[in-house]
């Protein structure tokens, strides 16, 4: 059985016809790859600032334990 990839939209998109085929054509799913790059990143720029502030946290408890 072969995996599917297709996108399902909701039901009010197909009543309109060009943003159905905008969303379904090439257009539209590189605006989704690209909206979907931008999150990943934004995730990955929360992620190093919460170790960054981990990390400085436990280099400062470390000088004051010298």
Do not use: C
Request: proline share 3%.
């Amino acid at each position: 059985m072969r995996a599917s990839l297709e996108a399902r939209f909701p039901h009010w998109i197909w009543e309109y016809p060009r943003v159905a085929s905008k969303m379904t054509g090439n257009i539209g799913r590189g605006f989704l790859v690209g909206l979907g790059l931008v999150m990943a990143l934004a995730a990955l720029k929360e992620i190093w600032e919460l170790v960054d502030i981990i990390l400085l946290k436990y280099l400062n408890d470390r000088e004051r334990q010298r």
